[in-house]
């Protein structure tokens, strides 16, 4: 088997993909219709148009308005169900994703409305695919710390179905220090913690992401390795990366995806993983990430390997699971690996 198509058949988990990035432009405008909320494109070739992106931000400001069709749990269930059977069909076999509740609560949807239409996809393609999933709801850093405290109290009914939070949205101006108490909440309520950090943002702030706001895992993280310290210490501790190398590319994180780090934080030791993040704003899904990735550092089987082993060693499930899930994945490599 080549090496793509290696990729494609390789089972794959999936730990940075935010649902509401998954929003594709065709079901942006049926949504639109469906819910009679306008928008300022007329077709899918606009909304495409509209998608080139010079920083972060920019794109944040077309994400949180692509937002506006989720109305009721039914789209965000379509939403939902739509990924996973892309998932399905990239051999994708676990999946933990972000929703931002901020992102809804703020335009007047009950916090239930998001949270009842993703778990009712996700509990279903557990049944009828065989993907298992956790979910992970994120702070929004742009807003308050005590926004981000009405979120979690507003969760804390429904922690059987969340699995953890996140903080994402704008990381200039906003570190982590700002999200200390309501992180140390959310663990002592029994979440697991993660952060993006060191994706726009500094070395410093992956340190503080990983000291102040304890979290099991970095998201993003590319600025590691511009402190060396930092990188030994993550090393040692293989606190995973979930890194996303076409979101990099599209939102001018690295201007060229051989500049792309991923190789390097394989080399430092790094438990390093590939995602795909809002894949329908960044052209690609995890295989297309993967491909992408793989084509231009010319990485090797074995590197690819790497990556997708660290994605389940990496991932949330519980020991029994994750031992199963490896031991299917180095059963794939040792008979397709030759
Ligand atoms: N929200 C959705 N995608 C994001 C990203 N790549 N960084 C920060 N916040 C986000
Ligand atoms: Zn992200």
Not at 199 to 216: M, P, Q, R, T, Y
Request: glycine residues 6%; negative net charge; hydrophobic residues 45%.
């Amino acid at each position: 088997m080549d090496i793509t198509g290696f990729i494609a058949n390789m089972p794959k988990a999936e730990l940075h993909l935010h649902i509401e990035g998954t929003l594709e432009p065709d079901m942006m405008i049926s949504l639109a219709e469906r819910n009679n909320v306008s928008l300022p494109y007329a077709s899918v070739e606009d909304v495409h148009a509209a998608y080139n992106f010079t920083s972060l931000q920019d794109f944040l400001d077309l994400y949180y308005q692509g937002m506006e069709v989720l109305q009721t749990p039914f789209d965000f269930y379509d939403l939902t169900n739509a990924y996973l059977t892309r998932c399905f069909a990239q051999n994708v076999t676990h999946v933990e994703i972000f929703f931002d509740p901020q992102g809804h609560t703020s335009r007047g949807l009950a916090f239930e409305s998001a949270l009842d239409g993703i778990t009712s996809a996700l509990d279903e393609a557990e049944r009828a695919l065989g993907i298992s999933s956790k979910l992970i709801m994120c702070f929004l850093r742009h807003l308050s710390e005590e926004d981000a405290f009405e979120t979690l109290e507003a969760a804390l009914p429904h922690k059987d179905r969340i699995f953890g939070v996140g903080l994402d949205s704008s990381e200039k101006d906003h570190p982590p220090p700002k999200f200390m108490r309501v992180f140390k909440a959310a663990r002592e309520a029994g979440f697991i913690a993660v952060a993006h950090a060191g994706e726009e943002g500094s070395a410093a702030n992956v340190a503080d992401a990983v000291d102040l706001l304890e979290i099991s895992r970095i998201d993003h993280g590319n600025a590691v390795l511009d402190d060396s310290a930092l990188t030994d210490r993550l090393s040692a501790a293989q606190i995973p990366l979930t890194m996303c190398p076409l979101s990099n590319l599209r939102l001018r994180v690295v201007d060229d995806l051989a500049q792309h780090p991923v190789r390097l934080t394989l080399q430092a030791g790094l438990l390093a993983t590939i995602n795909s993040d809002d894949p329908a704003y960044f052209g690609g899904y995890i295989s297309e990430n993967f491909l992408a990735v793989q084509q231009a550092l010319n990485l090797s089987l074995e590197e690819i390997c790497q990556l997708g082993r660290n994605a389940y060693l990496g991932s949330f499930m519980d020991d029994d699971q994750k031992a199963i899930a490896l031991a299917n994945f180095d059963a794939f490599a040792a008979e397709n690996a030759a």
